[in-house]
């Protein structure tokens, strides 16, 4: 027995670490609108982003307005938010800052939509099927704290709470990723290809620490099937 119960403890260790790589090939699927239902990430720590680039392939026939992606702070509930508004009206949040673009109307159909922003010229981007909208400016010389919480399928209005039945986002969701710097036109394009592109460094899709809440579906999206 003596020789029995190490083993035992270093698979269940093994076991529970490896629950991280789960979404690798899956999609979130949320059904029902709740006040509840949502995933958060144990993403990389980092101090502060003067860049960022944040990915995530979606879809919803949600006609209201809703949280795509929250991310709160102790100092700030949206210290950034993307959100939809009307189903074309896309919002960049970052603190008490909002910066609004137009993009294609969100549906059934999944969209890859990425945003990129850089602190030192303050350009704002999103990205939407590998094609990028006009240039903003918003956010120069400001910075996003660490420290926070990410997560998808409700508006934080306190770190990990504070949710509304009527801000969630209900539908598909998958691929998302967050890097500490812009990335490139050309690796956007790539990656809005799918199937064999890199995760980020702050949040990979495939390998980050997720935990699922409320009414959640992980299920295979056989995306990338032969």
């Given at each position: 027995?003596?020789?029995?119960?190490?083993?035992?403890?270093?698979?269940?260790?093994?076991?529970?670490?490896?629950?991280?790589?789960?979404?690798?090939?899956?999609?979130?699927?949320?059904?029902?609108?709740?006040?509840?239902?949502?995933?958060?990430?144990?993403?990389?720590?980092?101090?502060?982003?003067?860049?960022?680039?944040?990915?995530?392939?979606?879809?919803?026939?949600?006609?209201?307005?809703?949280?795509?992606?929250?991310?709160?702070?102790?100092?700030?509930?949206?210290?950034?938010?993307?959100?939809?508004?009307?189903?074309?009206?896309?919002?960049?949040?970052?603190?008490?800052?909002?910066?609004?673009?137009?993009?294609?109307?969100?549906?059934?159909?999944?969209?890859?939509?990425?945003?990129?922003?850089?602190?030192?010229?303050?350009?704002?981007?999103?990205?939407?099927?590998?094609?990028?909208?006009?240039?903003?400016?918003?956010?120069?010389?400001?910075?996003?704290?660490g420290a926070g919480l990410f997560i998808i399928g409700q508006d934080q209005d306190n770190v990990g709470g504070g949710f509304d039945k009527g801000q969630s986002f209900?539908?598909?969701?998958?691929?998302?990723?967050?890097?500490?710097?812009?990335?490139?036109?050309?690796?956007?394009?790539?990656?809005?290809?799918?199937?064999?592109?890199?995760?980020?460094?702050?949040?990979?899709?495939?390998?980050?620490?997720?935990?699922?809440?409320?009414?959640?579906?992980?299920?295979?999206?056989?995306?990338?099937?032969i």
């Open positions: 027995m003596k020789l029995f119960i190490p083993i035992v403890l270093v698979l269940c260790i093994y076991l529970s670490g490896s629950v991280s790589a789960e979404l690798h090939g899956k999609s979130a699927i949320i059904s029902t609108a709740t006040d509840t239902s949502a995933i958060s990430f144990d993403a990389s720590d980092f101090s502060s982003l003067t860049a960022f680039t944040v990915c995530i392939n979606a879809a919803s026939e949600t006609t209201r307005n809703y949280a795509l992606f929250s991310y709160a702070t102790s100092t700030h509930h949206n210290e950034m938010l993307l959100w939809l508004q009307n189903t074309t009206d896309f919002w960049v949040i970052l603190g008490d800052l909002q910066i609004t673009f137009f993009i294609p109307e969100m549906n059934a159909l999944l969209k890859h939509i990425c945003v990129t922003w850089e602190s030192q010229g303050g350009e704002i981007t999103v990205w939407v099927n590998g094609r990028r909208s006009i240039r903003k400016v918003g956010g120069k010389g400001r910075v996003v704290k209900v539908g598909e969701i998958t691929d998302v990723n967050m890097w500490d710097r812009v990335l490139k036109p050309n690796e956007i394009e790539l990656i809005s290809q799918g199937c064999y592109s890199d995760g980020g460094n702050i949040i990979d899709w495939g390998s980050t620490g997720f935990t699922a809440m409320g009414d959640v579906a992980i299920e295979d999206n056989n995306d990338c099937s």
